[in-house]
């Protein structure tokens, strides 16, 4: 496989279901990111971990916890979410860290949350 | 503190017209600025960037866009529009930040293109 892989594409869980997200990237990068997309507002970034140190919160509500085991991985661990937290939910990566490359995003498929 | 304004959040145009999709930015260091397109039901996809070097920079599938300073403006165009170029295009301005890219996106253009 190549590029950024996530999986599921596509999730529908009652409000108070446990699941997870899950963020697999190819590319040797050593930053990963969370996106939330929702309809009608810019992409929201929720975590970013470099060198898998999270180094960005954006005042997440705690029912999202993300987790980096390694530089290649990503999870977005999902609890007692509401229905307004429904939306796509896209995984990215980048090489950083004063290499001299311009900081480009390469971004997974998303994966389409649904919480009834 | 950056950020991106893109005019218009739905663009038409005829097959054929030309496209033009306007992005603004401020940024308080020099930028990297970028558009990606995010095709229905996909993540988004890089289609061009800007790194300090050429002011008109091209892209993928016959996109281009130039840097202009004075107006603080990144805008996007192509000749002449194709069914295919059918998506949501978004601006991004992106800075590095205690070891990664802290990127700010716009708001997002759908073009809708007309046979």
């Known amino acids: 496989e190549t590029g950024v892989t996530q999986t599921p594409r596509h999730l529908v869980m009652g409000m108070t279901n446990k699941k997870s997200l899950k963020c697999e990237q190819h590319l040797g990068h050593n930053a990963m990111y969370w996106y939330k997309q929702s309809a009608k507002k810019p992409l929201e970034l929720m975590f970013v971990?470099?060198?898998?140190?999270?180094?960005e919160n954006n005042s997440v509500p705690s029912r999202f916890s993300p987790e980096c085991p390694n530089s290649s991985h990503l999870f977005l661990h999902l609890h007692t979410l509401q229905p307004e937290d429904s939306a796509l939910y896209l995984c990215a990566s980048s090489q950083d860290r004063g290499t001299g490359i311009s900081g480009e995003l390469f971004f997974g498929e998303g994966s389409r949350l649904t919480v009834l | 503190a950056q950020s991106v304004t893109q005019l218009g959040s739905h663009v038409s145009v005829s097959e054929g017209a030309l496209v033009l999709l306007r992005c603004n930015y401020s940024?308080?260091?020099?930028?990297?600025l970028f558009w990606y397109v995010q095709y229905p039901n996909q993540g988004l996809q890089l289609l061009l960037k800007y790194t300090s070097a050429a002011t008109l920079v091209k892209g993928i599938n016959g996109f281009e866009a130039e840097f202009k300073k004075s107006e603080t403006s990144f805008h996007l165009t192509k000749p002449s529009a194709h069914m295919s170029d059918a998506a949501e295009y978004f601006c991004?301005?992106?800075?590095?930040?205690?070891?990664?890219?802290?990127?700010?996106f716009g708001t997002g253009t759908k073009l809708q293109v007309i046979p």
């Open positions: 991004a301005v992106s800075s590095e930040s205690g070891g990664y890219q802290k990127v700010t």
């Open positions: 971990y470099s060198l898998e140190e999270r180094v």
């Open positions: 940024s308080s260091v020099p930028p990297y």
